[in-house]
């Protein structure tokens, strides 16, 4: 084999190791924003939220009970009205959860469980469902989430779903 073409098939495999290293950091970063969100959600503490969304007019968030459309939106309608006005504690617990990377877009999907005590007269809540959540990393690397979509389990049996 020829140096140069040496040259160019150790450039090769060291490219692609290093792409599926910045996968795998990515991957790794999005699973800790997953984690970050579900505290964020928890605690009804809209700081830490903002450290996970982009704060942005872009942004969305899809549900049974509504669609919210920028950050302000989310902040007050998510955080502020549902999660810190409707209930005294909250709990949400994720799992199975897997990411795709694709250059500075990446998702996760999973599923999750969410118990919290109502304000109102203390009554427990207790939903399952599954959830999407899409990234985008912007400037300075950071990974910032733009779009949620969640729906509760799906339907099974006769006259089930799809």
């Known amino acids: 084999m020829s140096r140069r073409r040496l ?19 990515a991957e790794g970063e999005i699973r800790s924003a997953v984690a970050k969100y579900a505290k964020s959600i928890d605690d009804a503490d809209t700081n830490l939220a ?7 007019p872009n942004v969305s968030f899809l549900r049974p009970g509504g ?10 309608n ?6 810190r006005g409707m209930f005294a504690e909250r709990k949400l617990s994720v799992r199975d959860v897997h990411v ?3 250059g500075d877009a ?10 919290a005590k109502l ?8 939903t399952r469902g599954r959830e999407t959540q899409v990234y985008h ?22 006259g089930g779903g799809l």
Do not use: N
């Open 106 to 115: 990446a998702w996760a999907d999973f599923y999750w469980h969410f118990v």
């Open 67 to 76: 669609h919210e459309h920028g950050w302000d939106e989310v902040k007050r």
């Open 78 to 83: 998510i955080y502020e009205q549902a999660m």
């Open 137 to 158: 990393r912007g400037t300075g690397g950071r990974w910032a989430l733009v779009h949620v979509h969640y729906s509760a389990m799906p339907v099974t049996g006769s």
């Open 50 to 56: 903002a450290e996970v969304w982009e704060t942005s």
């Open 119 to 126: 304000r109102k007269d203390g009554s427990q809540v207790e």
């Open 7 to 25: 040259t160019w098939t150790l450039l090769g495999i060291v490219a692609a190791a290093s792409c599926g290293s910045l996968r795998r950091d």
């Open 100 to 102: 795709r990377v694709y």
